[in-house]
């Protein structure tokens, strides 16, 4: 069955440090993988996705994410955080059968200190 | 750029009261979903839609929920008796349907408090 495990319950990185969440799934076919970010109270927005072709991928705010099949991996970096990134973060695998559903993680909570 | 909207953005609702959601779904999407958040937890699959069908639910998706499409534009999810433990957010969300772009495009979602 096809799952998604992200570690990291919740991390803490002072501001202008460099961040990297991790992701890991199991999925039996290529992945088609994805990273939201959700600030309290407020919706999901797409930080970035892979589908095919290049491993490392790069999304909105600054983040990119690197898939690697052999460790069945898709881990989140920034090399700068800002305070303004502060939030929930999920990582997401697309199940390419029946309904074409979209898989969770438990997410990672980022608190950034001054 | 075209978004999927949702209605309202919060419910308030008496435990055993039906509630209807409603989704508006980016227009030549093919795929509709729902999803539910309950709070500090994860998002969870419910149940995806298509050619005016259920094509995969899941188990939290039992008797108390339906959806439906009832025009060219709206889709709905119903539960028909709330309790407490239904209290969530509930996001809907529409997908294409080409291998070409698989991403799901999330709405706002629709907070429901059941008392």
């Known amino acids: 069955a096809q799952s998604v495990t992200q570690p990291d319950i919740h991390i803490t990185v002072s501001e202008g440090a460099s961040l990297e969440l991790r992701c890991n799934y199991s999925?039996?076919?290529?992945?088609?993988l994805f990273w939201y970010v959700q600030s309290p109270g407020q919706g999901l927005q797409l930080l970035l996705k892979?589908?095919?072709?290049?491993?490392l991928v790069q999304g909105i705010k600054g983040f990119e994410a690197e898939f690697k099949r052999s460790q069945s991996s898709f881990n989140l970096r920034k090399p700068s955080v800002h305070w303004s990134d502060a939030a929930e973060y999920f990582c997401?695998?697309?199940?390419?059968?029946?309904?074409?559903?979209?898989?969770f993680g438990a997410g990672t909570r980022l608190f950034v200190k001054a | 750029e075209p978004e999927v909207t949702q209605t309202p953005s919060h419910q308030v609702t008496q435990m055993g009261q039906e509630v209807i959601l409603r989704c508006v779904p980016i227009?030549?999407?093919?795929?509709f979903y729902w999803y539910r958040q309950i709070l500090g937890q994860k998002v969870e699959f419910l149940v995806s839609?298509?050619?005016?069908?259920?094509?995969?639910k899941s188990e939290i998706f039992d008797d108390q929920f339906s959806v439906e499409r009832p025009d060219g534009s709206n889709f709905t999810l119903k539960i028909r008796s709330t309790k407490l433990e239904d209290s969530a957010m509930y996001f809907c969300?529409?997908?294409?349907?080409?291998?070409?772009?698989?991403?799901?495009?999330f709405g706002p979602g629709t907070r429901l408090t059941v008392t």
């Open positions: 999925y039996g076919a290529t992945p088609y």
């Open positions: 969300a529409s997908y294409i349907g080409t291998a070409s772009s698989y991403e799901q495009y």
């Open positions: 892979y589908f095919s072709g290049d491993t």
């Open positions: 997401a695998v697309g199940a390419i059968t029946g309904g074409f559903k979209t898989i």
């Open positions: 227009s030549n999407h093919l795929y």
């Open positions: 839609f298509y050619n005016n069908e259920i094509s995969e």
